[in-house]
């Protein structure tokens, strides 16, 4: 059988029932408005009004488009390129860096869990890429010039990004600008996920990727910079998240949410595939050390405010514990 769903969109002529979306009722709202925040980064540490609007959008949607972040255009699409590239290669090339059975780095599908038996119509290649020792090379395709270069090159850009992103957010709240990254401890994690949706004649019925909140202090998303997919839930209804040339998604993650004490959310979202034309993203996900405690600022738990998260180790196999048994982990860590 098959299983890297790049083979399968290739050569099929029937939707395998493993990808079947049974939940037809959740799927719909297709055409639902477009209003997410634009945030100009390059003015969050001169305009008051640029942070009160950073900080509604985080407030109220978990999630804005970022531009002006100081990441050159041709470099994005040198990153697009590598992307591309990489999910070009051969099958049989690509299985040199196949994810193992109980591993989340490599390259083919998530983790399968027993709650939920439907399949995302998504491969993807996961690998830690900061703190630079603790990268597995080799999950990282060795053939494909620049790759690691462009990669290493990247996630220093977007470690800035986050940086700045995460001040702006301390102060916002009027907080010590570092409260946040203070957390972060001495070598901050961060992972990327090259995502691929192959088109999909069945796009009705197949989740691109399940709806879900990321387990990151924050993500930072290139998007496809032709076909959209991405949508947020807010307030019970789904919004698509549209491209806006050369700027990057960023949403709370469910460790900002505990930190912030639920003043930022961690939103919900989810991916709808393309009949027509594959997607390539790549999500960035940035988050502190490993075996780091986090928890909410104690300058946010007031007698108005009580504490609404117990500090928590936030591992990977904790978000998936979680995961596993369909609970989010900002939840798990409620009091
Ligand atoms: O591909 C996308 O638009 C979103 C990807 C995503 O949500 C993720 O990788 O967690
Ligand atoms: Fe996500």
């Known amino acids: 059988m098959k299983n890297q769903v790049q083979e399968i969109a290739a050569d099929c002529d029937q939707l395998p029932e493993r990808f079947i979306c049974k939940d037809a009722e959740e799927y719909a709202g297709e055409s639902c408005p477009t209003e997410i925040p634009v945030i100009d980064v390059s003015l969050l540490t001169s305009s008051h009004s640029e942070l009160d609007r950073l900080k509604s959008a985080v407030t109220t949607w978990g999630c804005f488009q970022a531009i002006n972040h100081g990441i050159e255009s041709s470099f994005l699409d040198k990153v697009r390129e590598i992307s591309r590239l990489f999910f070009n290669l051969s099958a049989e090339e690509k299985k040199k860096y196949l994810r193992e059975e109980h591993d989340i780095e490599g390259y083919g599908n998530d983790m399968v869990f027993p709650h939920c038996k439907t399949l995302d119509w998504t491969d993807r290649l996961h690998l830690t890429v900061l703190p630079q020792h603790q990268q597995r090379l080799h999950f990282w395709p060795q ?10 090159e ?3 850009k977007i470690e800035l990004i986050n940086e700045v992103i995460l001040k702006a957010l301390a102060r916002s709240l009027n907080l010590e600008e570092n409260c946040f990254l203070d957390q972060y401890g001495t070598t901050a994690k961060m992972m990327a996920r090259f995502n691929y949706y192959p088109p999909c004649p069945w796009s009705d019925n197949v989740w691109g990727l399940k709806p879900h909140s990321d387990g990151s202090a924050m993500t930072l998303l290139l998007q496809d910079k032709e076909v959209e997919g991405l949508q947020i839930l807010k307030d019970g209804q789904w919004f698509r998240v549209p491209i806006v040339p050369d700027a990057l998604t960023i949403n709370v993650g469910d460790q900002i949410e505990i930190m912030s004490n639920g003043i930022f959310k961690s939103p919900i979202h989810r991916v709808l595939v393309n009949s027509k034309n594959q997607r390539i993203t790549l999500a960035m996900f940035c988050m502190p050390q490993t075996e780091k405690d986090i928890g909410p600022v ?3 738990i007031t007698d108005d405010t009580p504490r609404l998260y117990k500090n928590v180790t936030f591992s990977i196999e904790f978000y998936l514990e979680n995961y596993q048994l369909g609970k989010r982990a900002s939840e798990a860590c409620k009091i």
Request: aromatic residues 12%.
């Open 143 to 152: 053939n494909l010039t620049n790759f690691k270069e462009v990669v290493d």
């Open 298 to 300: 104690d300058e946010l």
């Open 154 to 156: 990247y996630s220093s």
